[in-house]
């Protein structure tokens, strides 16, 4: 050995060596295919600075983007019954469970948060779309019914963003009886007076638009997101018929009156904070309004606002 070998050798090697660079410092835009340096995108909130696209959020940074400062306070959600019908196809349902569970690290699809919204008190409900496609079971039945009782309890609007495939099937008839069970939690809050405000995110699809995510009182649509029941591929094999273009698109049910607002998720917060202002002020003494005028929420952060038509 020599000191070509023990020295010249290496660094030779050195200049010409491949570099491995980490996988996670670029991410591909799904719809306009643009590489987009991470840590830009999640500054971006997940949206592509190139073409605008909303990308899916994870609930947690979800929370951190609507609450003041990004603080909010974690609430504990009941347990509930792991696999009651004892499920199994090509695995049993409690190895999907576990899996998803160590994946995205929270025990089901949902998490629950309370705290202030431009200074206003709110409790806020967010979907998982990393668990087991956001599917709505026994469990997240149970989150959305806490997350009422504590808006009740602390005279706060209630605030759900759903992101879900529907009902879970691996739970059956029992996933099926969350539709009615989370109808009665949205109940509860319009029946104590307070405010029940849906951010539609993609997808918002199945049980669970027939359900609570089309009973707010103000629906706010992110940008592009699919919202619907039966997937578009199935209703035109159904009806036989070719779709319009951007059919189940935020921007489509906006025209159709279907939702009241399609908003960038940058302007979320700012958006929030005047609806619930608006639909709150009576109850903090302040002058009753004629009537909720959605077009006081400003042009900068809203999209397009329109009032529905008649159906």
């Given at each position: 050995?020599?000191?070509?070998?023990?020295?010249?050798?290496?660094?030779?090697?050195?200049?010409?060596?491949?570099?491995?660079?980490?996988?996670?410092?670029?991410?591909?835009?799904?719809?306009?295919?643009?590489?987009?340096?991470?840590?830009?995108?999640?500054?971006?909130?997940?949206?592509?600075q190139h073409c605008g696209f909303h990308m899916?959020?994870?609930?947690?940074?979800?929370?951190?983007?609507?609450?003041?400062?990004?603080?909010?306070?974690?609430?504990?959600?009941?347990?509930?019954?792991?696999?009651?019908?004892?499920?199994?196809?090509?695995?049993?349902?409690?190895?999907?469970?576990?899996?998803?569970?160590?994946?995205?690290?929270?025990?089901?699809?949902?998490?629950?948060?309370?705290?202030?919204?431009?200074?206003?008190?709110?409790?806020?409900?967010?979907?998982?779309?990393?668990?087991?496609?956001?599917?709505?079971?026994?469990?997240?039945?149970?989150?959305?019914?806490?997350?009422?009782?504590?808006?009740?309890?602390?005279?706060?609007?209630?605030?759900?963003?759903?992101?879900?495939?529907?009902?879970?099937?691996?739970?059956?008839?029992?996933?099926?009886?969350?539709?009615?069970?989370?109808?009665?939690?949205?109940?509860?809050?319009?029946?104590?007076?307070?405010?029940?405000?849906?951010?539609?995110?993609?997808?918002?699809?199945?049980?669970?638009?027939?359900?609570?995510?089309?009973?707010?009182?103000?629906?706010?649509?992110?940008?592009?997101?699919?919202?619907?029941?039966?997937?578009?591929?199935?209703?035109?094999?159904?009806?036989?018929?070719?779709?319009?273009?951007?059919?189940?698109?935020?921007?489509?049910?906006?025209?159709?009156?279907?939702?009241?607002?399609?908003?960038?998720?940058?302007?979320?917060?700012?958006?929030?904070?005047?609806?619930?202002d608006l639909l709150t002020r009576p109850t903090?003494?302040?002058?009753?309004?004629?009537?909720?005028?959605?077009?006081?929420?400003?042009?900068?952060?809203?999209?397009?606002?329109?009032?529905?038509?008649?159906?």
């Amino acid at each position: 050995m020599n000191w070509l070998t023990n020295y010249v050798r290496p660094k030779i090697r050195a200049l010409y060596a491949r570099k491995e660079v980490p996988d996670n410092l670029w991410h591909k835009c799904p719809s306009c295919e643009a590489m987009l340096f991470h840590r830009e995108l999640e500054e971006n909130l997940h949206v592509c600075q190139h073409c605008g696209f909303h990308m899916r959020l994870d609930p947690i940074k979800r929370l951190e983007s609507i609450f003041d400062d990004g603080a909010y306070e974690g609430v504990e959600l009941p347990k509930s019954v792991a696999d009651p019908l004892k499920f199994r196809d090509q695995k049993r349902y409690t190895d999907r469970l576990k899996e998803a569970q160590t994946k995205t690290g929270r025990t089901d699809a949902i998490i629950v948060g309370d705290g202030r919204i431009g200074g206003l008190p709110a409790v806020v409900a967010a979907f998982d779309f990393g668990f087991m496609g956001g599917s709505m079971g026994i469990a997240v039945g149970e989150g959305l019914l806490t997350a009422a009782k504590l808006a009740v309890a602390k005279n706060a609007p209630l605030i759900v963003v759903p992101a879900s495939g529907g009902a879970r099937m691996q739970e059956g008839i029992l996933s099926l009886m969350q539709m009615p069970r989370t109808t009665i939690a949205v109940e509860m809050v319009k029946e104590a007076g307070l405010p029940y405000i849906v951010v539609l995110t993609d997808p918002t699809t199945g049980g669970v638009t027939a359900s609570f995510a089309m009973l707010g009182d103000v629906h706010i649509a992110e940008k592009g997101a699919q919202i619907g029941f039966a997937g578009a591929r199935v209703i035109e094999s159904t009806i036989r018929e070719t779709l319009p273009e951007g059919f189940q698109r935020s921007e489509y049910l906006l025209e159709h009156g279907m939702v009241d607002m399609v908003v960038h998720r940058r302007d979320l917060r700012g958006t929030l904070t005047r609806v619930i202002d608006l639909l709150t002020r009576p109850t903090r003494g302040q002058p009753e309004p004629d009537d909720l005028d959605l077009s006081a929420v400003p042009a900068a952060e809203v999209e397009t606002v329109v009032q529905p038509g008649p159906v």
